[in-house]
């Protein structure tokens, strides 16, 4: 059971460039989560979906998109990166039924330069 | 807004040492969930343990348990017999009940237990 898995761990980009950070969970969740952590802060919501086909915005939204075509699959993608994106990046996930939190993935870090 | 406030940035113990990590919270709602995450410096976040609102009993797992004042909406973390595994960071996090399921971050105590 692999639960939630992010990719990639490490990522630099340059100014401008996009990219997507996938995340996958095995577990048949239906909520997911996507967080980023800057350094010596607590973890802030970018965006989260209840289901396949549903999302919605968090505390900190600008800059970035999802998409919930599966229940499985969670992808957030940075387009135009800048500097103020530079965060550790983690996907979570929770079963809303059961309320024992979240699982989370590994993280992404990310750097633009 | 729900907010959470963990006021102690940085602590350290002796190793065996008992540390109480501190939390306080702001909400209106009666019925929520509470929790302490821990996050090693390989970067995982790792669910240490959690509160229902409406449970007046502490939650107890191992050599980790919580104070839980409702009125004070205090939920503090005691870590008994500290061990050098322990140094981590630690967030104190809440959820509302059913009607939401978004978790609500503190800033987190870093937590260093020195041999």
């Known amino acids: 059971n692999a639960g939630v898995t992010q990719t990639p761990k490490f990522r630099i980009l340059k100014i401008g460039q996009s990219m997507t950070l996938q995340c996958t969970q095995d577990m048949n969740h239906n909520y997911m989560y996507w967080y980023r952590q800057d350094p010596g802060m607590g973890l802030k919501l970018i965006y989260y979906?209840?289901?396949?086909?549903?999302?919605d915005k968090g505390e900190v939204p600008n800059g970035y998109n999802v998409s919930r075509s599966t229940t499985e699959d969670f992808p957030l993608r940075l387009e135009l990166a800048a500097p103020s994106q530079t965060s550790v990046y983690f996907c979570?996930?929770?079963?809303?039924?059961?309320?024992?939190?979240?699982?989370f993935g590994s993280g992404t870090r990310l750097t633009v330069v | 807004a729900q907010t959470v406030t963990q006021s102690q940035p940085e602590m350290s113990v002796q190793e065996a040492e008992t540390v109480t990590l501190s939390c306080t919270y702001d909400?209106?709602?009666?019925?929520?969930?509470l929790f302490w995450y821990k996050q090693p410096p390989s970067r995982q976040m790792i669910l240490v343990i959690r509160q229902e609102a409406y449970k007046q009993q502490n939650a107890t797992e191992n050599r980790f348990s919580v104070n839980f004042q409702k009125a004070a909406k205090s939920f503090s973390l005691k870590i008994s017999d500290s061990q050098l595994g322990d140094t981590a960071m630690y967030f104190c996090a809440f959820m509302m009940g059913f009607r939401d399921d978004k978790i609500i971050f503190g800033k987190g105590t870093r937590l260093h237990i020195l041999p």
């Open positions: 909400t209106s709602e009666n019925n929520y969930y």
């Open positions: 979906s209840v289901g396949a086909g549903i999302t």
């Open positions: 979570a996930s929770s079963n809303s039924r059961t309320v024992y939190g979240y699982t």
